[in-house]
C-alpha cells in the first residue's frame, strides 16, 4: 500500500542539478507546476510505474510470490499506463481511479553519471487515497501487509494506512513498514513513533539515516538497540557496506551482493524489501532473508528503473 507514481526518467550531469537548485541523490516535492517546468528542462526520458511500495510488489511477482497493491491513481494517461504496468507484471490492483481531483503523481528522476538519483515528486492523485477505497477481504488474506513512509504523511492516506493496520492484525497477519526515506521523517517523527510505539508494525525496514533521525540518537548502535526493542523485526540497509537484521535477539549482517556497474540506484531499497518479504512469505530463514533482498537490489541498480529486467526468480531461487 503506497503512493500510486509514474517515473520519469533522465540522465543530467552535475551542473544541471546545481542549476535547478537541487541537491544531489535527496528527494523532494514539487508542486504540479513546479514539475512542468523542471520536465521541461529535462533531456530525453524514460516512463515507466513506480512508487516505492508499488515497485516492491513488482518484485514480489517477478519472484514468483503473490502480490497486490492499493495506490490511487486518477483517469488519466499516467494512471492507464501505471494500471497497465501493474496488472502486465502480475500485480494484481484494483483500486479505482479518481473521476475528480488532482493528476496521477510522477516523479522526476535525474541520474549523474555515477549512477546516483535526485528524485522530485509531485504526489498528485497519491495523496487522495482514503480508507473507503481498501479492499479489507484482500488486506486480511494477505500474510505480509505493506506500508511506506511517502505515503504516511498526508492526513488522508495516513487514516487509510492506520485501517488497514487494523484490518491487518484483526486477521492475525503481519504488518511491514519502510521509513522510505530520510526527508520523509522531518515532518512525521511523531506520527511514525506513535504507530511504532503502539505495535502498529511488527517488521521495519530503514538506513542508518533514517534509524537516526528516528531515534533522534547520534550513535548507530543507540539508535539500532532502542528499535529493535519496539519492532519485533528490525532490516537496516548499509547501502554498498550491506544490511542487518535485528530479531528476536539475534543479530545478522551480510555484505553486499556484488554487481558489476551501479547504472541507476533508483529502487535499490524497494526491490531490497521485495526480497525479504517474498523469502519471509516462504518461511526463509532471516539470513536467507537478507541474502534475497540484497540479490534483488544488486540487479535494479544494474540498469536504468526500478523495476527488475533480470529473471529473479532465477537469481534469488527461492
Known amino acids: 500500500m503506497g503512493d500510486a507514481i509514474v517515473d520519469v526518467i533522465a540522465s543530467c ?3 544541471f542539478l546545481t542549476r535547478h537548485n537541487l541537491p544531489k541523490g535527496s528527494m523532494q516535492l514539487l508542486t504540479p507546476a513546479e514539475a512542468d517546468t523542471l ?6 526520458a524514460r516512463e515507466m510505474s513506480g512508487g516505492s511500495a508499488a515497485n516492491s510488489m513488482a518484485g ?18 499516467l494512471g492507464m499506463i501505471f494500471e497497465h504496468d501493474m496488472r502486465a507484471l ?12 488532482p493528476p496521477t503523481g510522477r516523479c522526476l528522476i535525474l541520474v549523474t553519471p555515477d549512477g546516483q ?18 479492499d479489507r477481504e484482500l488486506i486480511a488474506s494477505a500474510s505480509i501487509l505493506f506500508l511506506e513512509g ?15 493496520i487494523k484490518v491487518a492484525h484483526a486477521a492475525n497477519r503481519r504488518v511491514a513498514f519502510t521509513l522510505s526515506e530520510s526527508v520523509c521523517i522531518a515532518g512525521r517523527k511523531e506520527s511514525f513513533g506513535r504507530m511504532i510505539d503502539s505495535g502498529g508494525v511488527d517488521l521495519l525496514f530503514c538506513n542508518e539515516d533514517e534509524a537516526l533521525q528516528l531515534t533522534g540518537r547520534a550513535d548507530l548502535k543507540n539508535a539500532l538497540v532502542e528499535l529493535s526493542i519496539k519492532v519485533p523485526t528490525l532490516v537496516v540497509t548499509k547501502g554498498a557496506e550491506g544490511a542487518v537484521a535485528i530479531e528476536n535477539g539475534e543479530r545478522i549482517a551480510i555484505p553486499a ?15 531490497f524489501a521485495a526480497g525479504f518479504l517474498t523469502a519471509r512469505s516462504k518461511g526463509a530463514s532471516l539470513e536467507r532473508c537478507l541474502w534475497t533482498g540484497a540479490i534483488a537490489a544488486a540487479e535494479v541498480i544494474g540498469h536504468y528503473g526500478a523495476r527488475p529486467i533480470a529473471d529473479l526468480k532465477a537469481l534469488v531461487k527461492l
Open 39 to 44: 520536465y521541461s528542462a529535462m533531456g530525453v
Open 257 to 271: 551482493a556484488p554487481v558489476g556497474e551501479v547504472i541507476d540506484t533508483t529502487g535499490a531499497g524497494d526491490l
Open 90 to 101: 502480475g500485480v494484481r490492483f484494483d483500486t479505482p481511479p479518481l473521476v475528480e481531483g
Open 13 to 15: 550531469d552535475d551542473a
Open 150 to 164: 511517502y505515503l504516511f504523511g498526508p492526513e488522508k492516506p495516513r487514516a487509510a494506512m492506520m485501517e488497514a
Open 60 to 77: 514480489v511477482a517477478a519472484m514468483g510470490g503473490s502480490a497486490a497493491f492499493i495506490g490511487q491513481v486518477a483517469e488519466d494517461q
Open 117 to 134: 538519483r535526485t528524485m522530485n515528486t509531485c504526489p498528485g492523485a497519491s495523496h487522495e487515497l482514503s480508507a473507503d477505497k481498501l
